[in-house]
């Protein structure tokens, strides 16, 4: 590509990269980190890097990251107490994906078993649910965004002869409620369940929750079959990412060689990014175990600093227990539009990922004192 962009298109892209680079300043409604640094990774960002197939078998096509993806999915392996030497996982294109594998691999496990699912869970579960063709059940919400486990003791009482399969929640979409692995397994004994499978979509709060060591536990150690996160979220990345961990004998049914790659079509895309594993292995090295703690406790301490400023302008704010997402009713659409705040139901809510600052949110809640005084829907 030799030739240059005439005039009107080289206008138009430094509009669009003005722009840009304005609304990043107003985003703290998605739960999305935009604290990270990969200037020095540039470079490859003029090599086609692709990690098509398999992880954990070398390819023909070898301008790949495999080996630090790897690495990458160690050090979650370890965090999420994966059973050594019986784990298997692969960087995916982001949480969804991750939800669609492990969902997978329970279908495959139990082809006519019932996934069961709260109301609050993610859009892309009723997704991948119907193009796995899988029996589901939705289960009622508690009202802080948290599975009813009542709810879900009827439900798997009334099909007791079907395996049971838990999409669990380590953090809702709106308000981060987290499902407890601990009842719902006491509901599982309890109904004498033989044939369960528990997948965690830990998407949104997964990789703070098991660093802060958070409780109730959701990890392998705590009964999860498999377990899905983002890595543009907490992590942060310039492109969608995320990982899915699954028991490698469970997986072990999926995927066959594929001689034209020269590996194996264990995954459920066939090329696969090559620079998203080397964007989570550069933050997982740069920052630390320690490091990333670090980060998480500083996002817990914004995130009560924004219920604090909130309440202190009379908006009934709150969260979920250690969590970041600041839940409130919803102010006007246009506030709602200027800080790119999701809503649903009447809630709204900031995220307060790494990179959200107190000087944003006292912007944040001097706007909305005067969309209060405006417009008076959000004083309780
Ligand atoms: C973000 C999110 C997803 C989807 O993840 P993507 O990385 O956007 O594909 C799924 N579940 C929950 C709870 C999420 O927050």
């Known amino acids: 590509m030799k030739t240059q962009l005439n005039t009107q298109d080289n206008d138009r892209l430094s509009t669009y990269m003005k722009m840009a680079e304005e609304r990043s300043k107003y985003f703290i409604g998605y ?5 990270f640094d990969y200037s020095e990774l540039y470079p490859l960002l003029r090599l086609p890097l692709n990690n098509v197939g398999d992880p954990w078998v070398e ?11 790897l690495e990458v999915l160690e050090f979650f392996a370890e965090l999420f107490n994966a059973p050594a030497k019986n784990w298997w996982g692969y960087v995916t ?6 939800n669609l594998y492990g969902l997978y691999v329970a279908r495959e496990l139990y082809p006519n078993g019932i996934v069961y699912y709260s109301e609050a869970t ?27 486990y009542e709810d879900l003791n009827a439900m798997v009482q009334m099909h007791r002869d079907q395996p049971v399969i838990i999409l669990a929640n380590i953090g809702t979409t709106m308000m981060e409620a987290k499902d407890d692995l601990q009842q719902i397994q006491q509901i599982l004994r309890k109904q004498a369940i033989k ?3 528990i997948h965690c979509d830990a998407a949104l709060a997964g990789t703070y929750s098991a660093l802060l060591d958070l409780k109730p536990g959701f990890d392998f150690n705590n009964g999860t079959d498999s377990m899905a996160i983002s890595g543009h979220k907490f992590i942060g990345s310039p492109i969608p990412c995320g990982l899915v961990l699954v028991k490698k004998n469970y997986k ?10 020269g590996t194996v079509d264990t995954t459920i895309t066939g090329s696969r990014n090559g620079h998203s594993p080397i964007f989570m292995w550069y933050a997982i090295k740069k920052l630390g175990k320690e490091g990333l703690k670090q980060r998480a406790l500083e996002c817990l301490e914004i995130a009560a600093y924004t219920v604090k400023s909130l309440n202190d302008i ?19 659409i246009e506030l709602r539009q200027k800080w790119q705040i999701a809503t649903e139901d009447g809630n709204s809510h900031v995220i307060c990922m790494p990179g959200v600052s107190k000087a944003q949110i006292d912007h944040f809640v001097a706007d909305l004192k005067e969309d209060v005084v405006l417009k008076a829907p959000v004083l309780g």
């Not at 739960?31 to 604290?35: G, N, T, V």
């Not at 072990?252 to 790659?261: C, H, L, N, W």
């Open 195 to 197: 044939n369960h499978y």
């Open 59 to 69: 390819s023909t096509y070898d301008l790949n990251s495999r080996s630090l993806e």
């Open 122 to 148: 993610h859009y892309s579960v009723q997704k991948n649910i119907q193009l796995l063709n899988l029996r589901s059940i939705v289960i009622r919400t508690q009202k802080n965004g948290e599975m009813d």
């Open 252 to 261: 072990d049914r999926i995927g066959k060689a594929i001689p034209y790659i």
């Open 93 to 98: 294109n982001g949480g969804s994906e991750g």
């Open 314 to 332: 009379g908006v009934k704010a709150w969260t979920n227990p250690s969590a970041l997402t600041v839940v409130f009713p919803a102010p006007s």
């Open 31 to 35: 739960p999305i980190a935009q604290d």
